[in-house]
């Protein structure tokens, strides 16, 4: 078998099955999500023509026949290297799948690894346990996990509290409520057992984001009138796993300690998906640390999980 790197402009007689093999793997996947309307083959050969296109791409080859594909792309930031595989990127039609995957890997590594630092990020199938167990014992890390919903119907409030959507004009009113409650995100996060530093989640930041005409802020209110807990959703869409279908992207929950376990974290989601329900869309994604004992017990409880991202940097 031979293995070597291949360009865009090399791959007119290959294309055909690449994708084959590509779309082989994401089928597999969304078997396990009958809910989701996913892509046709041709749907899915133009949604990964954007990475065959600006791409680096290691083949593995038999008797003039494709038998494994790696799609990635490389950049520099602050002088180190990034190498990053998107999730619809990998795949063989060899038996041993996962040998042929960790051989395509191990090639374009030995290559592409620069002196000094370079960041590894693969983007796995989450039902792909033979790939997840091979890049573990390659001594990557989960990094985070992306999860899907489809957005339902009404669901049965279980506490008592006001929750309502912010107009912006309020969220500058209530501006030291919300930024109080998001930086116990924040905090939270730089603690055991996450110790995510995360100095780019700054004040300015979050006042931009939740400001943005694309993200709604839904905030619960105690019998009092305080801001008791927050959740957002924007329209940032999931065009991977929603083809064709609207989507939006939701996240920052927060409920003061005192009112955990009330039921008031689910009332804030199941609000927020009534909104964007009545919005037109019909999914609802998040993605989230899986270092975070919180936020996988919170989200996956209600979404279920499509893709891991795996991490690791090697010093030389």
Not at 40 to 65: C, P
Not at 248 to 270: H, I, K, M, T
């Amino acid at each position: 078998m031979d293995i070597a790197f291949h360009t865009a402009s090399d791959l007119a007689k290959f294309k055909e099955e690449i994708i084959s093999i590509l779309y082989r793997k994401y089928e597999e996947e969304m078997k396990h999500f009958p809910f989701l309307n996913y892509m046709s083959k041709d749907k899915f050969q133009s949604y990964t023509d954007q990475y065959l296109a600006h791409t680096k791409i290691v083949l593995g080859m038999e008797n003039e026949r494709i038998t494994g594909v790696l799609l990635y792309h490389t950049w520099n930031k602050c002088g180190e290297k990034h190498i990053d595989i998107p999730v619809c990127g990998y795949g063989a039609c060899a038996e041993d799948e996962d040998k042929m995957i960790g051989k395509l890997f191990q090639y374009m590594a030995q290559n592409e690894a620069a002196e000094g630092i370079t960041n590894f990020s693969v983007h796995i199938y989450a039902h792909d346990f033979p790939a997840r167990q091979l890049f573990s014992f390659m001594q990557f890390g989960t990094m985070s996990e992306i999860c899907i919903r489809k957005a339902g119907a009404d669901h049965e409030k279980s506490t008592p509290y006001r929750i309502q959507n912010l107009t912006k004009s309020q969220i500058t009113e209530n501006w030291s409520c919300i930024w109080a409650l998001t930086k116990n995100i924040i905090d939270h996060l730089k603690e055991s057992p996450v110790f995510y530093k995360g100095d780019e989640f700054t004040e300015e930041t979050y006042r931009a984001f939740y400001l943005d005409e694309n993200t709604t802020v839904y905030a619960a209110y105690d019998d009092s009138g305080e801001m008791i807990g927050i959740i957002e959703s924007n329209g940032e869409e999931n065009s991977f796993v929603c083809a064709g279908d609207k989507s939006v992207n939701v996240g920052e929950v927060y409920v003061l300690p005192e009112y955990r376990r009330s039921g008031l974290a689910q009332d804030l989601l199941f609000y927020a998906e009534k909104s964007v329900l009545e919005q037109g869309a019909a999914f609802m994604w998040v993605e989230h640390g899986t270092a975070n004992p919180n936020a996988r017990g919170f989200w996956n409880r209600y979404f279920d999980t499509y893709q891991y991202e795996m991490i690791r940097q090697v010093v030389w």
